[in-house]
């Protein structure tokens, strides 16, 4: 068998709040508590685990996703209707902007526990760069 991520922890101030956050704008479901953890299953298997921590505790990550460009579309409307800053840059240095990085469009948020989530339509390398850049 090869090696493959099977889930990861996520600290929230609120379990329950970020799980539904993030599941609503990607469009999937929040799975029921299980122990002191509220799943979110991805479509190739890994799912997030989040986990009630004291705020002070919090350690902001940086989670990216791989989605459609009919999802993203469907993702990128959500992230507006909530009237959320969103960024097409990491650092937040271009506020209201998508990016087109290697040949498709992303965009960076934040989840309401602070950690930078990032949507993306093709995988980092996957488009030839311009010759020069």
């Known amino acids: 068998m090869s090696v493959e991520l099977n889930h990861t922890i996520v600290h929230a101030r609120d379990n329950r709040e970020s799980a539904a956050f993030l599941a609503h704008i990607l469009g999937l479901e929040a799975g029921p508590e299980w122990g002191p953890f509220v799943p979110?299953?991805?479509g190739n298997g890994v799912t997030l685990d989040f986990a009630t921590i004291p705020a002070e505790?919090?350690?902001?990550?940086?989670?990216?996703?791989?989605?459609?460009?009919?999802?993203?579309?469907?993702?990128f409307a959500r992230?507006?209707?909530?009237g959320l800053?969103?960024?097409?840059?990491?650092?937040?240095?271009?506020?209201?902007?998508?990016?087109?990085?290697?040949?498709?469009?992303?965009?960076?948020?934040?989840?309401?526990?602070?950690?930078?989530?990032?949507?993306?339509?093709r995988p980092y390398g996957s488009h030839?760069?311009?010759s020069g850049s």
């Open 85 to 121: 800053t969103y960024y097409a840059d990491p650092h937040g240095r271009q506020p209201g902007e998508i990016n087109h990085h290697h040949g498709g469009r992303g965009v960076y948020f934040m989840d309401p526990a602070g950690h930078g989530m990032e949507i993306i339509t």
């Open 79 to 82: 992230i507006r209707q909530a």
């Open 128 to 130: 030839p760069q311009p």
């Open 57 to 75: 505790s919090i350690v902001m990550q940086h989670y990216a996703f791989l989605v459609s460009d009919e999802e993203f579309d469907a993702a």
């Open 40 to 42: 979110v299953a991805t």
